[in-house]
């Protein structure tokens, strides 16, 4: 399943896959395969992605 909700709050919070990576210590590549559903982050990876992206678990990860 591709996670639709976490590349608009990225859009949103005006940040391209590089930025956010660079923000939260992964590659471009990690970003990249999180948001088309290739790779499940781990539980801290989510909660970094969530406070980069000023958002919450249950708004991104969760339906």
């Known amino acids: ?3 639709k909700r976490m590349r608009l ?3 949103a919070c005006d940040l391209s896959q590089e930025q ?3 923000k939260i210590g992964v590659t471009r590549q ?3 395969l999180i948001e088309s559903g290739k790779y499940n ?3 801290r ?3 970094l992605i969530c406070k980069a ?3 919450t678990l249950d708004q991104l ?3």
Request: hydrophobic share 50%.
């Open 41 to 43: 982050p781990t539980i």
């Open 53 to 55: 992206l000023n958002t």
């Open 30 to 32: 990690t970003i990249s």
């Open 9 to 11: 709050a990225r859009v």
């Open 61 to 63: 990860f969760w339906e």
């Open 20 to 22: 956010l990576a660079e």
């Open 45 to 47: 990876l989510c909660i």
């Open 1 to 3: 399943m591709r996670n």
